[in-house]
């Protein structure tokens, strides 16, 4: 009775959810419960509402697993990108474009990924790690402060000289004045 008020006669109802099953399944996605289970679940149901629970539960599952599969792929991409920054961040001639050629993805979905899995941006993150590198240099060694950009990739010693400025509050040479006379 309930199919009938909805004008569709229940064996078209069942060919049509199960069409539904069939077609999601095509996307080759390991779910729990396989299109067959989902089919026979559908062809045995009395009920519109029994059919749609299935056809529900059988796509909910698949979206699940989606973004599961798209988190992995996420978190892969990530580790490929961060392995390659950190391999190459003191290279002068170094951009998010060229990170986003090496691991094959755009340069915008790379930067939401990267914010995503690191809790901040990818510049951000190559900003941090050419502080450190600078601030253990200026600590540990007596090279120049220009030097010191050089080898955290900043080519220009006032570009350095700011951003580090900016990051730690202090000029390289107050720092290292700081931190060397405390070690």
Do not use: W
Not at 37 to 63: F, R
Not at 137 to 148: A, E, K, N, Q, W
Request: with cysteine; proline share 2%; glycine share 6%.
């Amino acid at each position: 009775q309930e199919i009938n008020r909805v004008y569709l006669q229940r064996g078209a109802l069942k060919v049509l959810l199960k069409g539904i099953v069939f077609k999601a399944a095509s996307m080759n996605i390991a779910l729990e419960i396989s299109a067959d289970t989902a089919a026979d679940a559908i062809e045995s149901s009395e009920t519109l509402g029994c059919m749609l629970d299935i056809l529900e539960t059988y796509l909910l599952d698949m979206c699940r697993e989606v973004r599961n599969d798209r988190n992995r792929q996420g978190r892969q991409l990530f580790e490929q990108a961060k392995a390659y920054i950190d391999e190459n961040y003191g290279r002068e001639q170094f951009s998010l474009n060229e990170v986003a050629v090496h691991v094959a993805a755009s340069p915008n979905y790379l930067c939401s990924v990267f914010k995503r899995e690191y809790g901040s941006g990818l510049h951000e993150y190559l900003t941090q790690l050419r502080m450190q590198r600078a601030r253990e240099l200026l600590i540990h060694t007596d090279m120049s402060v220009g030097s010191v950009g050089m080898r955290a990739g900043y080519s220009n010693p006032y570009h350095f000289s700011m951003n580090f400025k900016k990051y730690t509050g202090m000029t390289p040479t107050e720092f290292r004045r700081k931190n060397q006379s405390s070690e």
